[in-house]
């Protein structure tokens, strides 16, 4: 039996809610035999419920899943879908790493989410071009805020690498820089 560690963040941690995530989110542990303690964090901001989930098993293989929606037990079986989709995705290569035991790949096999066929490609629906202008990361920041996305790649005036910057949830801007 998989423990559970379950905090709020501007939420109270009823009893009800806690016995629901321990139940959906306990579906994980059906696919492994040795699951650490699986930590859930319940934050409600701006109106949100946010659920994030954070699944340790055995061999250093760590499952996470975050879900945001208006309404905390929506989150939470969005979040339990998310979970599962990572592991049929990744089922293969699962249960080369617990060749010895420990990755249930029945419990794959009773659940009704599709899987991905192994040789299928992903398809790609659209393909965008554009011009990537020498520009700094402060310009870069304003213009993908002029044009209202949430990321801009550009290439740094300085170094001639191709970057991007992002708008992080939390506000403020990342930025991945290309690198050898």
Known sequence: MATFTVRGKNIEITPSLREYVEKRVGKVTKYFENVGDISVLLTVSKGRHIVEVTVPVQGGILLRGEEATMDMYTSIDL??????????KQKTKLARRFRGGGFKAEALQSSVIPEKQEDEEYKVVKTKRFIVKPMDVQEAVMQMNLLNHNFFVFRDSETEEVNVVYKRTD??????????
């Open 79 to 88: 979040v339990v879908e998310k979970l599962e989709r990572q592991i049929h």
């Open 171 to 180: 506000g403020n801007y990342g930025l991945i820089e290309s690198g050898n």
